[in-house]
């Protein structure tokens, strides 16, 4: 087994750069997920036979339901501006040396 100290920066680099990547796409996962099943799924407490949201709750914002445009279309509109700062700003290319 390689320690760390020994690894090649190339190698360095890729991890920190996969590690940023997979963060990105975790939070914004999380992010989805919790909201839509909130907002999208809301059910009424006090009656037990809900099985969901009331559909005269819904507005629509750009013709989308508004748990749709906050819950994915925002975030991953988010989530594409900033991996593209990330790989034209943060990444970087290194030559692969023989």
Known sequence: MMSHANE???????RREAIAALSIWLL?????VGYC?????????????????DPQSL??????????????VVPWGVCTIVSGVF?????QDADLEN
């Open 8 to 14: 090649h920066p190339l190698l360095k680099s890729a």
């Open 28 to 32: 914004t996962t999380i992010y989805c």
């Open 37 to 53: 099943s909130l907002y999208g799924y809301m059910r009424d407490p006090g009656d037990p036979t809900s099985s969901g949201r």
């Open 59 to 72: 507005t629509y914002i750009l013709g989308f339901p508004d748990w749709i445009f906050w819950g994915v």
């Open 87 to 91: 790989s034209f700003c943060f990444m």
